[in-house]
């Protein structure tokens, strides 16, 4: 990318493997341990799960300016004639990162993707990013839906980096294979305009005790041994305090079990390695 701002796409093919979780705790740890600024897309759907893990269900409720905007002819149209329509797409969080929630927009955003031209069609995002959030951000995060459609490959092609959550599960190594193969597929597809890999990937709701858990990260260890992140532990701390709309960065040490410690330990340190691999 021409410009200097971080990219990555949170994404796997897979639904409740923890990638609003992961978006939300990697963006406040940029956030907090790393002085940046940071903004979080949610491109994943219309329940804007990322919006109620910081507790804004109601604020984005109704956005008058949506991301699904971008996608539209009307796009130039609309940057030309309301004032500051980027900054009201974005909404401030309590934990430091910014957001742009999802609306219910996107899920005729996709469908009208089909129709534009194929030179086109997967740089829409990408431009955006360049043009409207370089300026204003040093990374950003985006939430991609959990199943392969026009969105999600804007997604791919404007970050070219991706960040695979993956619990412990058969059906997830293989899912983690195919990605990489559909990534070089992308890429010839685009006739190299972009080269999409997985930068990072992170072993989500990990039991210690238990030999699946054991054998799925000694596995992705081997296989993948500069990618594979400190995994994330199991937790009940994660869905109680998103329930009240707050990451495990909003709790303080005596709201938290030991699992609820170490998650947000290893979150830090897998948004060091993620930095890292970003700025390579």
Same mark, same amino acid.
């Given at each position: ?79 030309? #004639?309301?004032? /500051?329509?980027? $900054?009201?797409?974005?909404?401030? !969080?309590?934990?430091? %990162?910014?957001?742009?929630? &999802?609306? @219910? ?72 294979? #195919?990605?990489? /193969?559909?990534? $070089?597929?992308?890429?010839?597809? !685009?006739?190299?305009? %972009?080269?999409?890999?997985? &930068?990072? @990937? ?79």
């Amino acid at each position: 990318m021409s410009d200097t701002l971080l990219r990555a796409s949170v994404y796997v093919g897979k639904g409740g493997v923890g990638k609003t979780t992961s978006t939300a705790h990697l963006g406040v740890s940029a956030v907090q341990d790393h002085d940046l600024d940071v903004l979080l897309i949610d491109l994943a759907g219309t329940q804007n799960d990322l919006a109620a893990s910081f507790g804004l269900l109601d604020e984005v409720a109704d956005p008058d300016a949506p991301i699904s905007a971008i996608f539209g002819d009307d796009w130039d149209f609309i940057q030309e #004639n309301i004032p /500051n329509v980027v $900054e009201r797409m974005i909404f401030k !969080t309590d934990e430091g %990162v910014d957001l742009i929630p &999802s609306d @219910v927009g996107l899920s005729g955003a996709d469908n009208n993707l089909a129709s534009v031209n194929l030179e086109d069609r997967y740089k829409i995002l990408d431009e955006f990013l360049t043009e409207e959030i370089a300026p204003r951000y040093d990374l950003v995060l985006m939430d991609l839906p959990g199943n392969e459609n026009n969105i999600v490959l804007n997604g791919l092609f404007a970050s070219e980096r991706t960040i695979v959550p993956l619990k412990p599960g058969e059906f997830e190594r293989n899912q983690l294979s #195919n990605l990489e /193969n559909d990534l $070089e597929e992308f890429e010839l597809d !685009t006739n190299g305009e %972009v080269s999409p890999v997985v &930068s990072m @990937v992170l072993p989500t709701m990990v039991d210690s005790v238990s030999n699946q858990s054991s054998e799925f990260v000694e596995y992705l260890s081997e296989e993948y041994p500069d990618r594979t992140s400190t995994p994330i532990k199991d937790t009940q701390n994660i869905g109680n305090l998103q329930g009240e709309g707050k990451t495990l960065f909003a709790a303080a040490d005596d709201e938290l079990y030991g699992t609820g410690k170490e998650a947000r330990t290893a979150y830090r340190e897998a948004t060091t390695k993620l930095l890292e691999r970003l700025r390579q």
